[in-house]
């Protein structure tokens, strides 16, 4: 770095050069606008051509930084920032140089090179006084665009059809309330997520209201009617980490009025109440957060917070284990299942981020992670602080306090609430983190003015050529041509990238219009192209395997599970920790090579132990190699952890029929077994005591039944009991807990009500009308059962269906193409699944349950591995 001797240039030279060049900032700002407002951005981004359009819209901020080097008007952060920056970027270019999957990682590292790209540009194009404030007001109605259009779409796509239908229900006497439990009732609008859209919000409203301060006359109204409606949208998202966003809000809020205020402290106390009482009416009003507010008191609030514990726990691992490098940008999700918990069991199952920054953050990054983390969080509380100090010091500042430190309490609170979510990776969020970063590095980048600055202060403020903040003119060509190699050389690596994104969204236009072979064409061109990705193959390889399992030809039926099997093996080689994979490729091969498909239900059960039918179809292979005494070990181990599964009419199949009674024997003496281990563990004890209780019920050992639920049971499985014994039992038994079976039971009591009850008892239970054809099936075999007992264990009508796989596109980061559903067929006796699943309870999380399997599961798996 040197000084310039040249003169330093007027206000209006400075401020007609720096106008030239800006249209890359215009358009990068209209990209920015774009992915803020458009419906579905999140998905839309990992979606063709939308991939096309943010990766042009990365490339225009670098472009835009290339261009003010080019003009001489970059400018450096400042107060220490940009070695915050220097160590990041080291950082990023360490873990991706040693990434497992280091394509991924350059994808992804590649955007976050553009990101500091933009807040390089940004802070460089706001050396003009007036354009922070101008900047914040155009990020304030961005803000009130977005909150509308969030509440019209929310509204219009999710609020008004649920009315709608919740008043259908009610014509059948069924009075549903709208259940913000349910994740499809949320307000995900526009951005695609709930989480997402509160996050934006934590960020706006501090800015809101500021602008609401600092504009007099009829704008500060509408500011002030924008913090109103972004409030209801809030609600509406029913995020938990964004209601925990806005109570520290309201107490940063409450802080600085008793600090700066002139209100009486008696009018401040009065405030303080009120907005206190609000906010808990509000939780109170919200199903889901009323709810995890009850678990928690009542100590059954675990269930609501697990996943979040799950995927830190993944983080910490991967973290762990590449400490220097981390695991590499992007290599979460496929690492992921690698470094689940065992004792995780069918919660989080999968996930593309880990649900916190910090988590997040240190699997990728690691130690560098740690490094810049810890170094920006105390640079900026420092720079802050000192800010703060200076107010009282410093002539009137270009951008008022009021807004600077709305800027501050909104990145304070974001922060706070980035311990439950992961989002640098969504544009809305991540452009208005740089937004305002960069207002804040040109703010600190004076705090004190010294007194040649106090009678100069506008020629400082003009001034671009600070020996202390620009390139030296001799670094000038050789940073321009390094800028622009580097780019040059990404859009070269990008290009078949995006020709076989192109490619894959045409084949799967081919496909849903019956065009195989188009279809298979254009995806092996993209696999070609992008052999790294494993979305191509696996499509590939469940596509046609699919269809193979569904043609009558036998030639071609071989000849398309054939293909099936070598593409799912190519995904496999690109994405070898993802269970998907080795379990469809597991049950293609279960009718050709048993040995193989025993091998690899083997790897899919080390990934995910707990995925329903992955030791189901592992004792299916090592049934068919005649291999008896493992198949029911396996199958065992399937209906411990399932142990509804043994309601289903699949062991009335001839092959399964003669295993049938071996394994509930093993299922009993198995619990047995557990509940001697659970003796210190109430939790365990009474889930154990449950399911061994509804195992024996189901069996017919009523007696051994009564043992278990007499303590341990529900009002329902009591009530069921004293059924099964021809005891009078009461139609509201099972009522609040299990509307469903209460009512279920109430047709079953009332012959003559059968047909209205029944079909209140599947809306109660699915939240939709029932299929006519169910609806008589379920009445006709009722009709024909002399007891409860008999209707539900020997008469009750089934249902077959394929699971689908939740996710699949999401988590691959590629949307375009189908979602894929298990190839097993499940078939369930629909009344114990519908109504009566309590019985036979399945914790969806129950870690010490898991752990106690998880010996035994690894026993056996290692057997069979080994041969």
């Known amino acids: 770095m040197s000084n310039s001797t040249s003169a330093p240039p007027s206000s209006k030279s400075l401020v007609q050069s720096s106008s030239k060049g800006n249209l890359l900032g215009l358009l990068t700002a209209a990209f920015y606008i774009l992915f803020t407002l458009l419906p579905d951005s999140n998905t839309a981004m990992v979606e063709w051509p939308w991939v096309l359009f943010w990766q042009v819209g990365l ?246 917070l697990a996943y979040r514990l799950i995927t830190v726990t993944t983080g910490w691992r991967m973290g762990l284990s590449h400490f220097f490098s981390g695991v590499g940008p992007g290599n979460v999700p496929l690492l992921y299942q690698k470094y689940r918990p065992s004792w995780a069991g069918r919660e989080a199952e999968l996930h593309y981020q880990l649900h916190s920054t910090p988590a997040q953050l240190w699997a990728e990054l690691g130690f560098w992670a740690v490094a810049v983390g810890v170094g920006a969080i105390a640079l900026l509380t420092f720079l802050a602080i000192r800010w703060l100090r200076s107010l009282s010091t410093r002539p009137t500042p270009p951008t008022p306090p009021i807004l600077i430190g709305c800027l501050l309490s909104g990145l304070g609170t974001y922060a706070i609430f980035s311990f439950t979510d992961y989002q640098l990776d969504n544009i809305p969020i991540s452009g208005t983190l740089i937004i305002y970063l960069a207002v804040l590095a040109a703010e600190f980048r004076h705090p004190e003015p010294t007194q040649q600055e106090l009678r100069d202060q506008k020629t400082r403020l003009e001034t671009p050529r600070s020996s202390a903040l620009l390139l030296s003119r001799s670094s000038l060509p050789l940073s321009l041509l390094a800028g622009l190699g580097f780019l040059l050389a990404i859009i070269l690596w990008l290009i078949p990238i995006h020709r076989a994104w192109m490619l894959s969204s045409q084949g799967f236009a081919a496909l849903s219009r019956n065009d195989v072979n188009t279809f298979a064409q254009r995806l092996t061109q993209a696999h070609q192209l992008a052999s790294w990705e494993a979305y191509y193959p696996y499509q590939l390889g469940w596509n046609l395997g699919n269809l193979g399992l569904q043609v009558n030809n036998t030639n071609q039926q071989q000849s398309l599970i054939g293909d099936g099997i070598s593409w799912l093996k190519q995904g496999i080689q690109a994405s070898p920790y993802q269970e998907f994979g080795h379990t469809n490729l597991a049950w293609l091969l279960l009718n050709r090579d ?148 209460a009512l279920a039971i109430s047709a079953w009591l009332n012959p003559t009500q059968r047909k209205e009850l029944l079909s209140q008892t599947w809306i109660t239970a699915t939240r939709t009308l029932p299929p006519p054809e169910t609806l008589q099936q379920l009445m006709e075999t009722m009709a024909r059962s002399s007891t409860l007992d008999q209707w539900l264990k020997q008469n009750a009508p089934s249902q077959k269906y394929r699971r689908s796989r939740a996710g699949f596109g999401v988590i691959s980061r590629h949307a375009d193409g189908p979602a894929p559903i298990d190839f097993l067929t499940v078939i369930e006796n629909i009344p114990m699944t519908q109504f009566f699943s309590s019985l036979l309870p399945s914790p969806e999380y129950a870690p010490e349950f898991d752990t106690l399997l998880q010996k035994e599961r690894e026993s056996l798996l290692k057997a069979i591995e080994s041969g």
């Open 59 to 304: 490339i225009c901020p670098v472009l835009w930084l290339l261009g003010m080097f080019w003009q001489k008007r970059f400018r450096w952060l400042g107060n220490r920032l940009d070695w915050m920056v220097g160590v990041l970027v080291v950082g990023l270019v360490v873990s991706t140089l040693l990434a497992p999957f280091p394509m991924q990682a350059r994808w992804y590292g590649w955007a976050a090179i553009c990101f500091l790209a933009a807040l390089y540009a940004l802070n460089s194009w706001l050396e003009i006084p007036q354009r922070p404030v101008r900047l914040l007001v155009g990020q304030g109605y961005l803000n009130l665009a977005l909150i509308l259009v969030s509440l019209l779409l929310w509204s219009s796509q999710t609020l008004l059809p649920e009315l709608s239908r919740l008043q259908e229900f009610r014509q059948y006497g069924v009075n549903l309330p709208y259940d913000f439990s349910n994740i499809g009732l949320r307000n995900g609008s526009p951005i695609g997520h709930q989480n997402y859209v509160a996050g934006h919000l934590l960020l706006a409203l501090p800015l809101l209201l500021g602008l609401g301060i600092y504009q007099a006359s009829w704008k500060r109204w509408i500011w002030f009617a924008g913090v109103g409606l972004g409030l209801v949208a809030l609600y509406t998202t029913s995020s938990r980490g964004g209601w925990l966003g806005v109570s520290l809000l309201f107490v940063i809020g409450l802080a600085v009025l008793l600090w700066h205020s002139k209100l009486p402290r008696r009018c401040l106390g009065m405030m303080s109440l009120a907005g206190f009482a609000l906010l808990v009416l509000l939780v109170l009003a919200n199903s889901r957060l009323r709810s995890l507010l009850t678990g928690i008191f009542t100590g059954q609030g675990g269930g609501e």
């Open 594 to 741: 048993p040995k193989a498909a025993s091998q690899a239900f083997v790897r899919s059960a080390q990934l995910v132990p707990a995925k329903r039918g992955v030791f189901y179809g592992l004792g299916l292979s090592l049934l068919a190699q005649g291999n008896k005494d493992w198949a029911i070990a396996a199958m065992t181990l399937e209906t411990l952890r399932d142990p509804l599964f043994i309601t289903s009419p699949l062991w009335k199949l001839p092959d399964l029929q003669p295993l049938y009674g071996q394994i509930v024997d093993q299922m009993e003496a198995k619990y047995t077994a557990l509940l001697e281990q659970a003796q210190n563990s109430p939790t365990l004890t009474y889930q154990l005591h449950q399911i061994r209780g509804g195992l024996r019920w189901w069996l017919g050992n009523l007696t051994a039944a009564r043992t278990d639920w007499e303590l341990y049971g529900t009002p329902l499985s009591k009530g069921v009991l004293d059924l099964a014994e021809g005891k009078t039992v009461k139609p509201e038994i099972a009522q609040p807990d299990f509307p469903a079976a």
